[in-house]
């Protein structure tokens, strides 16, 4: 029991449930890239690679954020400053994490295995923009935004800038529900220097670029249908999503921020989800 009990602290660290943003988005990637279902083989090591390279850098960003988080109300009750889990501890198993994802890289094909360092550099790095500029918000789409490019490369074994609207998608997408998901926390970055969009630009602005930023993500996902002549249904999937980024939008207003939990997750969740479900169908169905 104690061991299933530690268990359960490392996926609330990492907030292992949160996987299903991202992920999503790699299957839909190696779709594409496969023209239809890829081997069970080539899944199963994106799939690695992808839930531990996302549960490296959430690890990463706990242990790095850990003074933050501590002084921070709303983040104080986290695992490490609550001092559930060690600092060390974390950093063991985030050393795992990204050791997951290395091996996936290098089972998948040698192209992988060259650029995951790469992939490590952002996954790493991106928690430190928050100390120097707003434009954090697009530095960890980008972090997310690897997803697809390299279920891709994965599938492919090369680079194609075909794939690139879609990583470019999965880009302005996280960073418009994080720059909402960042109101919380504006008045606390603003007494601790720290820097984001809420921050600096205020709850109406940053709802206006969080809604900027998630109407270029619908443009983005429908030029893929040219692209990669996509059928009706992958249309549907995303005449869904667009509605339900709508949602989201319509959750959260300037006077009240009480939904941002929810526009955050469930929202999101259900997004990347029925792109990908649709992609599916879109390969799957006549």
């Not at 490590?120 to 530095?139: A, G, N």
């Not at 194609?160 to 609207?165: G, S, T, V």
């Not at 998901?181 to 109406?204: A, C, H, T, W």
């Not at 009240?256 to 929810?262: A, E, V």
């Amino acid at each position: 029991m104690v061991l299933v009990g530690k268990i359960t602290d490392y996926l609330r660290l990492i907030k292992f449930s949160h996987s299903v943003f991202a992920l999503p988005f790699a299957f839909t990637a190696a779709l594409i890239a496969a023209g239809g279902v890829p081997p069970l083989y080539q899944m199963f090591w994106i799939t690695v690679a992808m839930v531990g390279g996302r549960t490296g850098a959430m690890g990463m960003n706990r242990i790095l954020d850990r003074k933050f988080d501590a002084l921070n109300p709303r983040t104080r009750n986290r695992e490490i400053p609550a001092g559930v889990v060690k600092a060390w501890e974390a950093f063991i198993f985030t050393a795992i994490a990204f050791s997951f994802l290395l091996l996936a890289a290098y089972k998948l094909n040698p192209l992988c295995f060259k650029i995951a360092p790469l992939f490590l550099f952002v996954l790493v790095t991106y928690s430190y923009t928050k100390r120097f500029t707003w434009l954090c918000h697009i530095v960890l789409g980008i972090a997310l935004a690897l997803a697809p490019l390299g279920a891709w490369i994965a599938i492919k074994g090369t680079f194609n800038a075909d794939i690139l609207p879609l990583c470019f998608a999965v880009m302005f997408w996280v960073a418009g529900f994080d720059t909402l998901y960042g109101l919380q926390d504006m008045d606390f970055d603003r007494k601790e220097g720290l820097f984001s969009i809420p921050s600096v630009f205020g709850v109406n602005m940053s709802l206006w670029i969080a809604r900027m930023f998630h109407l270029i993500t619908i443009c983005l996902l429908l030029s893929l249908v040219p692209i990669f002549k996509l059928s009706g249904l992958y249309l549907i999937g995303v005449l869904i999503a667009s509605g339900l980024m709508l949602y989201e939008h319509l959750l959260v207003k300037p006077n009240d921020l009480s939904k941002l939990d929810m526009a955050f997750f469930n929202m999101n969740g259900y997004i990347s989800i029925t792109v990908f479900v649709f992609t599916l169908f879109n390969y799957l169905l006549p």
